[in-house]
């Protein structure tokens, strides 16, 4: 029994919804995004478990065509959807508008859900010229403004660029990659939580 004044500690639930980088792909298992920053979150004093929900190769589109029944397959509402997408949408070329739309609908389901969200921006490669550039870097804050949602801008700040910290392939992180990439959103997901 549980005296007055007293209540017990809840376990904070993450739901990491994303493509690759969220997937962890290319990494043994136990390396990947969830897990480092359930690590890490838990380092900070917070009771976490970090769902992943990460699909590789997923578009905004792919993401949004799975993402009800992901919800609807987990036993518990998240306190917390940390959503990472846009890479493979950008990488492909896909127009910008219809990210956005894919995004927006991804957004407006976590709302009527009634779960918060953290939406991790992307940014164009500058190969791309700069209106698609302009147009799509645009989708993320102007979400997350519209939505109401906890925003970190570049989901791969300090990784891209850095050979030591991505993968042969030159575009996934490696172990020390996804770790610099929790490192950098993790006061933002504290922030979120309200710790």
């Known amino acids: 029994m549980i005296g007055a004044g007293t209540a017990e500690a809840k376990d904070v639930k993450v739901l990491a919804f994303g493509d690759s980088l969220t997937a962890g792909y290319g990494l043994p298992q136990g390396q990947?995004?969830?897990?480092?920053?359930?690590?890490t979150l838990r380092r900070n004093g917070v009771r976490v478990f970090v769902t992943n929900a990460?699909?590789?190769?997923?578009?905004a589109g792919a993401a949004r065509a799975r993402l009800k029944w992901t919800l609807d397959g987990l036993r518990e509402k998240p306190d917390l959807a940390i959503v990472a997408l846009g890479g493979n949408d950008m990488l492909r070329g896909i127009p910008p508008a219809r990210?956005?739309?894919d995004m927006d609908a991804i957004l407006k389901e976590f709302k009527a859900r009634g779960i918060k969200v953290l939406l991790a921006g992307m940014l164009a490669a500058p190969n791309l010229g700069p209106a698609y550039r302009r147009e799509f870097d645009s989708i993320f804050p102007d979400l997350a403004r519209q939505y109401g949602a906890a925003f970190y801008p570049f989901f791969l700040s300090g990784v891209v660029g850095n050979s030591k910290l991505v993968l042969p392939d030159r575009v996934h992180p490696n172990f020390q990659g996804i770790k610099r990439m929790v490192t950098g959103i993790t006061p933002t997901v504290l922030k979120a939580l309200g710790r």
């Open 32 to 39: 990947g995004f969830a897990p480092q920053l359930e690590e």
């Open 54 to 59: 990460g699909v590789s190769g997923d578009t």
């Open 99 to 101: 990210t956005r739309a």
